[in-house]
């Protein structure tokens, strides 16, 4: 979870940002840095193993495929989505 609650209070629009470059991961949202992170180093093997996701042995290796976005148990609205290479 983040360091720090951003959010915005309910019925305002909060933006979220997520930079990937390479394997070097970066998580924002309303302007502040949440998080940051290197995919498949030792300590994000780590991560994942000691995580809801340890029982897809491949969860997170793809290089490549499809954007998802979800939402647990909420009712949820996206607007205004881009997706830019960098």
Same mark, same amino acid.
């Given at each position: 979870?983040?360091?720090?609650?951003?959010?915005?209070?309910?019925?305002?629009?909060?933006?979220?940002?997520?930079?990937?470059?390479?394997?070097?991961?970066?998580?924002?949202?309303?302007?502040?840095?949440?998080? @940051?992170? &290197?995919?498949?180093?030792?300590?994000? !093997?780590?991560? /994942?193993?000691?995580?809801?996701?340890?029982?897809?042995?491949?969860?997170?290796?793809?290089?490549?495929?499809?954007?998802?976005?979800?939402?647990? @148990?909420? &009712?949820?609205?996206?607007?205004?989505? !881009?997706?830019? /290479?960098?």
């Amino acid at each position: 979870p983040p360091s720090v609650n951003v959010t915005k209070p309910a019925g305002e629009w909060n933006e979220s940002r997520i930079v990937i470059k390479g394997s070097h991961v970066e998580h924002w949202m309303n302007g502040k840095k949440l998080l @940051e992170y &290197e995919l498949w180093t030792d300590a994000w !093997k780590a991560q /994942v193993a000691d995580s809801k996701f340890k029982a897809w042995p491949d969860y997170g290796l793809a290089k490549s495929g499809h954007i998802v976005l979800q939402e647990h @148990e909420a &009712e949820i609205a996206f607007r205004n989505i !881009k997706i830019k /290479v960098l």
